[in-house]
């Protein structure tokens, strides 16, 4: 393709519709409900993150959250206000999110001091496909350095783990979000990433060993158990199969959690592929993943989650097999279609 | 007697209190917020927090916006110093160069889509583009937001299109000069 033929599929690429993931325009409109009455009006202390209400509600929010760990009457009144009183509802996984909107995030409030640094586990939730833990951490002194977790070890299924990060890899692992929201203090989680199967009820270990680079010992023993999201949880191998030029695709699992929609997709590659070396095939089958989308059965396509977290989240693309999160669905029988560019389109039917 | 746009007119009207007014050039200009903070912010959460942000802001200034015909220009101005005060803050790196390093030495023309291209052109060039082609500003509105010299911005774009023609040309050597 030449320059000339470039500024042409630019100038055609503008013309075409752009989809506004839903969550954003929801986003948008709840700003928009709570605009001032004039534009006059000072502006709110404090607005963040998705949930957005007038300036009050929110800095009356933002007090209630910074003070529902101190304050055991506060944590009851949070507890009654649905979805706002946990970490998990301001960063993290957005699916996560929906998840604790339907009530399922569990309640853990463990909190460990060593060198002044408060570290709080708020809360836990668990499916077949995410387990995701809120963390508060305080620092005693305020910093213009970013802080983070340097080292940690954690344990699951009676496997051990340890996990030691630069800032620059803490930035991008796709295992923690960091925020912070002021008054020394982040908000964060952490999602380690499994694929093996875990067990419906287990405790895990978690020892944060390094945090700000100070050498200290913050241990927890969070109790997490699927029993309610494993009832939430559907499976369905609906094993359609369409073929191109290049390569077949297989419909292979669609998981549905509470806070997932996993779609696992088979490939079986042509001849194309076969002849590319292993760093081009995998950039080639993540380049045919990012041309997946999946549509509901009013046609509207599910919000991604794979690529909401960075295109590396998921991390289980293979030479042989697809895997992309969107946002979770209902468990009622329904249809899903899936394409691949122009050249796939699935349609799968869901019990 | 002024001769307005509808546009014009329904900036004016915002300006004047109406908040209807300001929610429909909002919801107007939503594929355009999203599309340019994607341009910048890897993430959607991100991207709403700077696009949220930006409403307000805009909002709660809308008076000093001078000339109703720049709404939108102004509006992408407001969003992009968001953006950029949230990468300031979060210290987050768009990870853009893993996609660079692969796309600079194979071969996979069958399979790059001009998006994934424009994705993977590094942030000044993603965004001069995004602005200029995808948001239909002209140069000299592109060169006021992002506040670089017009000349600055058409050689940008001029690199970019080259780029993506590197990219997505099947030789393989041109490619790889692209990203050099």
Known sequence: MNESQVEQALQHLSSRSYDVPIDFQKGIDEVLANLPQSANHPRPAYRKKWIVSTAGFIAGIMLLVSACFVSPTLAQVIKKIPYIGTIISFVGDSGVQVANQSGFVQQVNQTAVDHGIQVTVTEAYYDQLKLSVGIQVTFPKSSNQFQYIKKLRYELAGKSYTREYTEDQFKQASSFSWRYIGNNTYYGTFEPFFLEDLPQQDRMKLDFQNIGGVDGDWRFDIPISRMETDQATKIDEPLVTQSTNEYSVTVKKIIRTPSTTRVILSLGLGERYQSMTEDELGYAIHLLSTKVKVFDQNGKPLPSITRDRGSTFGGITSDTMIGLDYQPISLEPTSLTIKIGKEVELPVKLE | ?180
């Open chain 2, 1 to 180: 007697m002024k001769n307005l746009s509808v546009l014009e007119q329904e900036v004016e009207l915002a300006q004047s209190g109406d908040r209807e007014a300001f929610t429909r050039l909002i919801k107007a200009n939503e594929a355009s917020m999203y599309r340019i903070a994607s341009a910048i912010l890897q993430s959607d959460s991100e991207r709403l927090d700077a696009a949220q942000e930006a409403v307000m802001k805009a909002y709660l200034s809308l008076h000093t916006l001078r000339n109703p015909k720049y709404f939108k220009t102004w509006l992408i101005r407001i969003l992009i110093n968001e953006c950029r005060r949230i990468t300031r803050q979060n210290n987050k790196v768009v990870v853009i160069h893993d996609m660079k390093e692969q796309a600079s030495s194979h071969r996979f023309e069958e399979t790059v889509e001009l998006e994934d291209a424009i994705n993977g052109l590094e942030e000044e060039l993603r965004l001069c583009v995004t602005l200029h082609y995808l948001e239909d500003l002209p140069v000299k509105e592109v060169a006021g937001v992002l506040n670089h010299p017009e000349g600055t911005i058409k050689s940008r774009l001029s690199r970019a299109r080259k780029k993506l023609a590197a990219i997505l040309s099947p030789d393989s050597s041109d490619r790889r000069a692209g990203y050099e």
